[in-house]
């Protein structure tokens, strides 16, 4: 049985940390949740602190359907 976990923006920032959550849910251990708002900060934060655009919240949006 899976469980549900909401994800906040401090845990989908960092790459390797994202890499692996989304990893662990693509397995179907926990299904995942997050907010508009949460990949919002996300999103700001990719690109004041790396100065580019990431794909991470699109394809993470696609693959979940979050």
Request: net charge negative; hydrophobic share 50%.
């Amino acid at each position: 049985m899976a469980f549900v976990t909401f994800l906040d923006a401090c845990v989908l920032f960092p790459p390797n940390l994202r890499d692996v959550i989304l990893t662990v849910a693509e397995t179907g251990i926990c299904q995942i949740r997050w907010s508009p708002d949460v990949l919002d900060e996300m999103q700001r934060n990719i690109v004041q602190r790396a100065k580019i655009e990431d794909p991470a919240v699109a394809q993470s949006k696609a693959a979940f359907g979050v």
